[in-house]
């Protein structure tokens, strides 16, 4: 299996719902805070990943250690029926930023895949400290789960474009960004969304510097996500980009990243 990409899957003999996908989320924090997917709706044929590594759901060290997650920041895409989030989530004693996405069939997982940021996991030159305490922080002043009034809302086109753009077109694909907008780096960083990045003008094609490999959309939220390889100046990295955007505009950039050799358990 490989993950759907913007407006691809669905949920065959059910309706995908905004309460399913927010409940099959809470129902995985809750299940993995335990160490027991058990509980959990699994497709018969589910395919989970953690860090690049296609394993048997459960038997991860983070499943076996993970404790209750301490905040989450999430997109429910309901023309997907996919979830995307950003997570904290202790390990033992230290918190930790987590990615996560689930993709639904027919109410049940049928996809799942996990980035998991431990110290030392990003490694590159440019990279930052990992600061979850900032993720949390922060993430009042954004509004993340804040719905954004119809009338300054971004339309899926636009949100799944704008990060299309961002990738593809990286460091010359940063739009309509706020003064304010702050992008973090597993929480670490807090630079400006201008900070060495530009916006080139029209559309960059099917090619580019990253090809984005998911996009999630979340109208209501205004919350757009993407998954890539990031791998500028780089041999790669595992990445889910989240956004916020609201009357034209990007109000914030966050980045779960960490090293891989290149791919992505999803090829």
């Known amino acids: 299996a490989t993950g759907g990409a913007s407006g691809s899957g669905g949920a065959p003999g059910g309706e995908c719902t905004r309460e399913l996908l927010d409940g ?3 129902d995985y924090f809750a299940a993995l805070a335990a160490g027991d997917p058990s509980s959990l709706p699994l497709a018969e044929g589910v395919k989970f990943t953690e860090n690049a590594v296609q394993a ?3 038997t991860t060290d983070f499943w076996k250690n993970a404790g209750e997650v301490k905040h989450s920041q999430r997109a429910l895409d309901t023309e997907a029926c996919s979830v995307g989030a ?24 049928t996809e799942i895949e996990t980035i998991v940021v431990r110290p030392g996991d990003y490694t590159a030159s440019f990279a930052v400290a990992s ?3 900032a993720i949390i922080a922060i993430a009042d002043d954004i509004g993340w789960h804040d719905e954004v009034p119809e009338a300054e809302r971004a339309t899926r086109g ?22 304010a907008c702050k992008r973090l780096e597993n929480g670490g960083g807090n630079f400006s969304c201008r900070t060495g990045a530009s916006c080139s003008a029209g559309d960059p094609g099917s090619g580019g510097t990253f ?20 791998d500028f100046m780089t041999d790669g990295h595992l990445d ?28």
């Open 240 to 267: 889910m980009h989240m956004i916020k955007m609201y009357g034209g505009e990007v109000h914030a950039v966050h980045a779960i990243l960490r090293d891989t050799n290149g791919v992505s358990g999803w090829e």
């Open 211 to 230: 090809i984005p490999r998911v996009i999630l959309a979340d109208e209501v939220r205004g919350i757009a996500i993407g998954l890539t390889m990031f």
């Open 131 to 133: 600061d979850p305490a």
């Open 158 to 179: 636009e949100l799944t474009s704008w990060i299309d753009k961002y990738f593809r077109a990286f460091p010359a694909g940063v739009c309509d960004v706020t003064a």
């Open 24 to 26: 099959l989320l809470d």
């Open 56 to 58: 048997e759901i459960g």
């Open 86 to 109: 950003q997570a904290v989530i202790p390990e033992g004693g230290r918190d930790l930023p987590v990615a996560l996405r689930i993709k639904v069939e027919g109410s049940e997982m």
